[in-house]
């Protein structure tokens, strides 16, 4: 029997399975039915079989076999294998017949081995905000940092969409497996899974996708991250394979170890059973697409989008011109006077908007002249003259007093305590005040409003950055106030492109425009064609992140509308690719600790993970809305529409839209949190850049399009 699949042949014989293309296997699995077993000396025994019987029936493959463990349990497993949409849907439902005392609880994989290599590094792996080619950009803590171990497995709900998927390097030949549908439950909430052990849990609805390369032995892991290998003779194992094991297990992850005294290499290996319990059912659906691919984008970008319309949650119902409106007024009412100084509260917990600091970054996540800039728009286009005064205070300030004597502002003041804080000036910080800045200066300059001392501080800041640039086109991350390197990476380089570009339109001074092309060219070389997305933020790591290829994006886009060569918009389309992914897609459900909070009530799709390896995730994708509508605009490429309106609409799901959640501003929005096991936890409070993030881009649209949702088509 046999299942033709996108060109693919999926062919069943002898108890196992093989794909095949023009004749060639690629994949197998010859004995599909897996179980592993928690025993109650607490082992994890795994073993498969093959089918015991195979038939054609309406269309599809269902095939089933009985499964004995040691201690005499027996499950029944049948599978059915339907050809759908260009997808091999596979879906098991497992029943307990027999359970025995010592057994107390299993889990089943489905998966298909390569066949055309048994080596972990013959292959580049995606999985959306987790692991991206062979993760040699990713912090320690990311998946597939140690490529000599067995498993490499994450539970579905760390990535935007549940999905993994291998590329062979050498043929190009990939695999994926997703979810067939976003219905996950939530666990039990009455226990706690925080050590290396298995967990019962019959509620338990989440798998873990990834790879292995698994040995004969159960693998038993010490609290403190020691692994004991005990042989399993009767188990048999064919190389490498693509999995999806359920429920879930989150393993072998780097892991710090507990105690004074540390193993050599302690892992993480946290898994979840459901019981062994007689008449206990499981069942779950996976698909499993097959396609040949020139790289490793090619194949991100191909798997994304194969999955991104099955799973994609229901765009959330908010009024984007009332929600810009009340966000505005919040920021007005909590932006005071500190003498010469005007800002926001660095920090404030939520919900009652208790201030805690007010420490105040030029950009980054204090987005101070950012606010001012939307300050002063809003409040002269509403006839506001508090926004006016509030949002020109703002500027002023940074224009007026935070100037060196090098030529580059400094960016991180204490605006109680009128001082500057011992940071460096980062070159991510200068790229989003100073352009905030140039925009401020510019929409006065359109009404007849002259701000000398904004302008010169541009010019100023663009002189620096022009003497300042690298030989080969980059700028480091981060330089002393007496203009020496801090930071000798060269990551932040896309970060001031989009600023050089706005001054060199303003003053004609084509220096300006020069050093944005070198910036871009060196950004064009590493981070695109070097897929080293990475040291986007001011307080992570130099390691692969999103708002690395959000910046990337905000440059090539500029770049394009510069000059109008072809490479920056083919840049900026893979870098938008690449920033979709870490977006949280699809919806799952997460218990909430805090009563106020928009997610009692609404889903967390819109949410996006940070650095790659890391669960949860925060609002900053409601920077990107304006441009992916541009892109769209640009490419003609729809999907791109569509994500701009899913970006516009889900990510204020975080947002007390109408003030029924009972934040004591209408329209705040808490920061973001970790809830990829499905338990919310993080800082509960509001920073700046929450709340600029979401004015910003709409605000571009209005000016542009007139509308503070993306235009109907």
Known sequence: MELSVNGYVVLFRD??????????????????????????????????IPYEDVRAEDGAVCAQARF????????????????IGGAL??????????????????????????????????FDYFSPGQWYRQNEFAADYAPGKNMDLQYYWR?????????????????????AFSRWAADATLPSLDRTSTENYAYVDAKMTVGSFGVSKARPEALTYTYYGHCIATPLPRTQCDGVSIDYIYPAVNGQMPYGGHGPFHTAQPLRNITWVHPMREGFEQSYAVAATFGQDDDFYAMMRRTWREVFPRLKDRLFDVDNDLLYHNIMKFLKAVTRRFGTAWGTPFVAQLPDFDPNSFSAEIGFVGQQTGIGYQLLRYGVLEHDAEAVEKGTGILDYWT??????????????????HTAEPQPQWVREIGDGLEAIHDAYVFEQKRGVDHPAWLDYCVKTADWLVRAQNEDGSFYRSYNYDGSVCMDSKASTPCVVRFLLQMASLTGNRAYLSCAVRAGDWTYEHMYRGFEYRGGTCDQSDVLDKESGIYCLFAFLALFEADGDERWLEAARAAADYVETFTFVWNFPVHMPYPNHPF?????????????????????????????????????DAHYRDFAEFLNRNVKQANDIDGSCGYRYIGLVNEGGSFS?????????????????????????????????IPKE
């Open 677 to 709: 096991e499905q338990q919310y936890t993080g800082r509960y409070h509001w920073l700046p850049w929450c709340s600029f993030v979401e004015v910003d881009p709409v605000s571009r649209l209005y000016d542009e399009f007139g509308t503070y949702e």
């Open 400 to 417: 007026t007093e935070t100037m060196t004597e090098t030529g580059c502002p400094k960016v991180w003041m204490h605006l109680s305590t």
């Open 15 to 48: 108890g196992g399975l093989s794909v095949q293309k023009d004749g060639r296997e690629l994949y197998f699995n010859r004995r599909p039915v897996y179980v592993s077993v928690k025993t109650y000396e607490a082992l994890n025994e795994f073993r498969d």
């Open 89 to 122: 849907k596979i879906a098991r439902r497992t029943v307990v017949e027999r359970a025995a005392a010592d057994d107390l609880g299993f889990q089943t994989k489905i998966s298909l081995y390569q066949a055309q290599s048994d080596e972990l590094r013959a």
């Open 600 to 636: 009692c009530r609404n889903h967390i799709s819109g949410q996006s993970n940070v650095t790659v390896g890391r669960g949860g995730g925060d609002v900053y994708m409601a920077a990107c809305v304006y441009v992916y509508y541009k892109l769209y605009r640009l490419t003609g």
């Open 155 to 175: 539970k579905e709900t760390y990535s935007g969409l549940p999905l993994f998927a291998m590329r062979a390097k050498e043929t190009g030949e990939a695999v």
């Open 68 to 83: 004995e463990t040691g201690n005499g349990s027996v499950l029944l497993v049948r599978d059915r294998y339907d050809a």
